[in-house]
């Protein structure tokens, strides 16, 4: 019987409760695999030896994170990461625009439900310099995005690994699974999220919200469109933007932005703001994404932590 382990870094755990959300069909993989390691699903503390299918979870961030991604690697025949934060680094990149010293004021110190005496314990595992992307330290098998990755993907994806197939599956971006329609654009500008309540017939990107349906990877079925709530881009980028090096997040919003409405776009860029939160708020720890020639994330965090 084949063996999987599920391995916890920096994040939310909801990855694998993503997996726990398949019901019945984890029984039908309980029938051809054991799963001998998670720390959210059973009380084990180690992954054995000669694990078939590992996944891992959450981003880089600390020493014990690398710790364990190294591990976890010796001991997997195929290494999969699962999320958008073990592929891009998550909302754990977005810790790269404080200092530590800063994070751990806040946290120990800032905050409502701290301990009185505010002392900060010195018995963590120390941060890395920077957060990672697992495939950034270790050669990955296998990529899931998504934050959390759908159900339904993951019902076709999980029993395709374990017979040893890729499931065919869409590639496209998260608006060729909107339902919206693109109407007349005019007078527009950038809106705020709480600014008005969106039409739910057209493209929220030109009612002039900021939407990263269009950079952004699909297999959500365009979940906060639908919901009339603009994409925030927790896929991580679309094939297009990953595959080109002269294609990065925010030049090819300003780019469809500036087609969309007919303005020009160094006026677009005018108009953008907390451009870190707002365009790479899932992929900022991700070298591939950082060492794209016109990517903007080197300099925001060098702006934010100095």
């Not at 110190?109 to 941060?127: H, L, M």
């Not at 995005?145 to 759908?150: E, I, V, Y």
Request: glycine share 8%.
């Amino acid at each position: 019987m084949m063996k999987i382990a599920i391995e916890e870094l920096a994040g939310c755990s909801g990855c694998t409760i993503a997996v726990l959300d398949l019901h019945e069909v984890i029984l039908d993989i309980l029938n051809e695999a054991e799963i001998v390691y998670s720390p959210v699903i059973m009380d084990v503390k180690e992954p054995p030896d000669e694990i078939d299918i590992a996944f891992v979870t959450g981003a880089v961030r600390n020493e014990e994170n690398m710790e364990r991604l190294k591990n976890i690697r010796k001991k997997a025949k195929t290494l999969v990461a699962l999320g958008t934060c073990a592929c891009y680094g998550g909302i754990s990149g977005l810790s790269m625009l404080s200092s530590n010293e800063e994070i751990f004021n806040t946290v120990y110190r800032g905050v409502d439900t701290v301990k009185e005496d505010g002392v900060i314990p010195t018995d963590v595992p120390p941060f890395t310099y920077r957060a990672f992307a697992v495939g950034d330290l270790v050669k990955m098998d296998y990529y899931i995005t998504g934050c959390p990755p759908k159900e339904q993907y993951l019902k076709q994806i999980i029993p395709a690994l374990l017979k040893g197939d890729i499931a065919e599956l869409s590639r496209k971006s998260v608006c060729s699974e909107c339902d919206r329609k693109m109407g007349s654009v005019e007078g527009w500008h950038l809106k705020r999220r709480y600014e008005g309540k969106p039409d739910r017939e057209h493209c929220l990107l030109g009612q002039g919200y900021l939407c990263l349906g269009p950079v952004t990877f699909g297999r959500c079925n365009a979940a906060c469109p639908k919901n009339n709530i603009p994409c925030h881009g927790c896929n991580g980028p679309s094939l297009d933007i990953l595959r080109e090096p002269c294609r990065d997040l925010y030049n090819m919003m300003v780019r469809r932005i500036s087609d969309l409405t007919d303005r020009p776009e160094k006026e677009i860029e005018k108009e953008l703001y907390d451009v870190s939160h707002t365009m790479y708020p899932f992929t900022i720890g991700s070298l591939i994404m950082e060492d794209k020639e016109n990517s903007k994330i080197r300099d925001l965090v060098q702006e934010r932590s100095r």
